[in-house]
């Protein structure tokens, strides 16, 4: 059996049972392309940078589905907290929050401040738990606060928008952090409408893909990844351009897909994915499901 199309660490997974191997597809996997790895060095740069009035600040944007959250959680699990057992506190390099779904600032504090397990009262004063989360990214050494799905902060009014948008710039100039904010083009104009915060945050795009030799080579990195007995050739130009419309150029649709096609093709028989096989799968593409979606509202 030729085995070229697949990473030699997983060879031996095809000696597993079928129920195994599905189990090992449907699992999180990094699949690592150049696009993404420009932005983790960012990121490792911004998080080694010596302290000043003006850190370097970065705003990841890109459509929904399209790698965002597992670029940065694959940056979170290179610089996992140490619970330094032999200090006081633990050591927390980099913290992600999650925005709150409206432009909230006392929601905000409060969503660092259940992430850090810290007692607090919902009532308390603003800036009562602003000092208090000062008090503990500085206590626990956190170098880099990430924003994910900042473009919420949209979801309030112009006013509540300024507040929430001062905050952001008061933690950075009080901390000396970095802070990376994560969303969509939403986020973007939320940042461009603060003159000062649209010169502190540069924008890092993930860009939906096209056919071209880097999509190529993404496939072929996906089916290394893929534990099927077959090669499925994923970077054949028929095959490539029948997965970049079916996925629209979103990278995470296109994992799915690939999921999908490789559990069909296992269950059964196939051992490769194949343009019938992916005509076989119950898929529907982003932009369709949306249109379904919309005649229902």
């Known amino acids: 059996m030729n085995l070229d199309h697949l990473h030699p660490n997983l060879h031996s997974w095809l000696d597993l049972s079928i129920d195994e191997r599905l189990a090992r597809i449907r699992a999180p996997r990094w699949i690592g392309y150049p696009q993404a790895n420009s932005i983790l060095t960012k990121l490792d740069e911004a998080l080694a940078y010596p302290k000043t009035h003006r850190m370097p600040n970065f705003l990841i944007v890109g459509d929904t589905n ?97 507040v929430f948008l001062n905050v952001i710039k008061y933690l950075g100039n009080e901390l000396q952090i970095p802070i990376v904010g994560v969303g969509t083009k939403d986020a973007y104009r939320a940042i461009q409408s603060d003159p000062q915060l649209s010169n502190r945050f540069n924008p890092l795009v993930l860009p939906r893909w096209q056919l071209d030799d880097s999509f190529l080579s993404l496939l072929v990195s996906f089916e290394r990844m893929l534990p099927l007995k077959k090669s499925s050739n994923l970077h054949d130009t028929t095959m490539a351009s029948q997965l970049l419309s079916m996925s629209e150029g979103y990278i995470g649709e296109l994992s799915m897909l690939l999921n999908e096609a490789a559990i069909y093709a296992i269950k059964n028989g196939f051992e490769a994915i194949t343009i019938k096989v992916l005509k076989s799968i119950d898929w529907v593409a982003p932009s369709s499901r949306k249109r379904q979606l919309d005649r229902l509202v």
Do not use: W
């Open 66 to 162: 399209n790698g965002k959250t597992m670029l940065i959680n694959r940056f979170c699990a290179k610089h996992p907290a140490d619970d330094n057992p032999k200090g006081d506190y633990a050591n927390v390099p980099v913290l992600l929050v999650q925005a709150p779904p409206t432009a909230d600032e006392g929601r905000f504090y409060n969503a660092i401040l259940d992430l850090l397990f810290a007692v607090y009262k919902n009532h308390d004063r603003i800036d009562k738990k602003q000092f208090q989360v000062i008090a503990l990214l500085k206590t626990l050494g956190v170098k880099m606060l990430i924003i994910d799905e900042i473009h919420h902060i949209l979801a309030g009014s112009i006013i509540r928008q300024k």
